[in-house]
């Protein structure tokens, strides 16, 4: 066996299945072993590395297992960069494999010659290059030990004469064979019953508590609901938690932040205790101020814990773990604060149905969103990329019980949204996948469209277009009082460009027929594209408008907005509207 040889095998030792990725003459030695072992590890070959990278952080957060994703020397293993941060900064485990040039030509300015392995030091939490054949098993299973137990990303990079060394080539006293296994390192942590119990006195004299879930209560639903039911506590989800509570259950108020719901945020600055589960929502300016309310914390990683809000307890370990925990040492609580947020969830969800059934023409962005949202079946896994189809797809999209729903969370990241989909409908062959994704997003990644119908993947793809990279125009906009500069998008017909790629594809323009479209087309097996034109000059308002954005916004209009009579007009007509 040579290196290439023995990494296969420790991949398939440690149960993966699937990778990701394009060859190269760089890493050639390791496609030659993909080949021998293709009917035990699949290779999904797509058009461009940085999408293996996003596929592989995506099926990493899909399946709950290792990511990898792999690439040849120097542009290649640069092109996955962006993908594997989006895999750091979400705490996903992937494995990156890279190729190098010969060993004996590194650093003489060959072709080609990147030091990947010094190139991914910021990205990973192990990083080495190979050195010989009797280097890789140790190596291969120390990075895949590496990035499940820290959830990060671990890279191996293989110059390509090493790639076809023999296993025996190198091997020292020190390294006999097989010292090295694949089993897994993770040990289940409970809090002590010391923080248990101080943590359920915090929660027990709390007399309004709101809950905040993120990505680290994805799998504990049933204990989130029975926890904000025991103590009268509205839950609020981060956005990559949107699927940690079902957005129909009585217990959320949905949202928070820009993309958030006004309930969730009058739950947030009302509450006097806050109990943060499994999140590390960085947007601080929607949390209580610091030290103005109680908390208590929940997270696996115990470097998170007080790290956006000081915890007076910090509990380390899994959501579905401590929670199950703390339960039998929780107090009933009155329901009072509870039933507010209610309320207040029910005139949001008025709100958004007044917009999302808006006849108007163009099509208002929230009307695709609505109508999909009452489409999207319970089974599905949906994906968004990142933009201001971002606030769409959080506000109108609803997560029902059993769906998944993801996005790039802390990269927030364009061009993520198409890999997502593709790495879901692969680990998931039996699900729908639902793709939501900005014009702007799509066209950083179009090749994978192709990726889409080369193997048959059950995806709707929902392009919402409006000409524009509108986030980033709000932004010039809201934020800095700017004119909008630099923005504007050549207008692609995505109709055409998806035929001609191999994918049925159909236009939405007119709010009146929009659910009639889409029920001809969300039923239907396999790969779709549905190109929804929207009004560009609809911003994604936050739930509550602060008098500064009001201010920047009317700075740049009359600073010379080019759109400033069509952004006044549209802005001013909605809001009077809802007024009325």
Known sequence: MDASDVLVERLIAWGVDTIFGLPGDGINGVFEALRKQ??????????????????????????????????????????????????????????????????????TFTQQDVALDKLFMDVTCYNERVMSGAHMESVADLAIRTALEKRGVAHITIPVDVQVQSVKKGRSDRNPPHHSDATPAFAEHMPSRVDLEHAADILNRGRKIAILAGQGALQATDELEQVAELLGAPVVKALLGKAAVPDDSPYTTGGIGLLGTEPSQEALEDCDTLFIVGSSFPYIEFLPAPGAVKCVQIDIDPQRISLRYPADVGLVGSSRTCLRALMPLLKSHSRGFLKKAQRAKQDWEKLMEERGTLPDKPMKPQVIGWELGKRVPSNAIVTSDSGTITTWWARYVPARRGQMHSCSGNLATMACGLPYAIAAAVAYPDRPVYCIIGDGGLSMLLGELI??????????????????????????????????????????????????????????????????????????????????????????????????????????????????????????????????
């Open 451 to 580: 990726t889409i119908a080369a193997y048959k993947l059950n995806i709707k793809i929902v392009v919402i277009k409006n000409n524009t990279l509108g986030q980033i125009k709000w932004e010039q906009m809201v934020f800095l009082g700017n004119p909008e500069f630099g923005c504007d998008l050549f207008p692609a017909d995505f109709v055409t460009i998806a035929r001609g790629a191999g994918i049925h594809a159909i236009r939405i323009e007119d709010p009146a027929s929009c659910g009639a479209q889409l029920d001809q087309v969300v039923t239907s097996d396999g790969p779709i594209l549905i190109e929804a034109v929207v009004d560009p000059f609809t911003p994604p308002m936050p739930a509550r408008v602060k008098a500064s954005q009001a201010i920047k916004l009317a700075e740049a209009l009359v600073r010379g907005e080019p759109n400033r009579m069509k952004i006044a007009l549209t802005t001013a007509h909605d809001r009077v509207r809802e007024l009325v």
């Open 38 to 107: 293709q009917d035990r590890i699949r290779f999904i070959h797509v058009r461009h590395e940085e999408a293996a990278a996003f596929m592989a952080c995506a099926y990493a957060k899909f399946t709950g297992r290792l990511g990898v994703c792999i690439a040849t020397s120097g542009p290649g293993g640069i092109h996955l960069l962006n993908g594997l941060y989006d895999a750091k900064m979400d705490g996903m485990p992937v494995l990156a494999i890279t190729g190098m040039q010969h060993s004996d030509l590194i650093g």
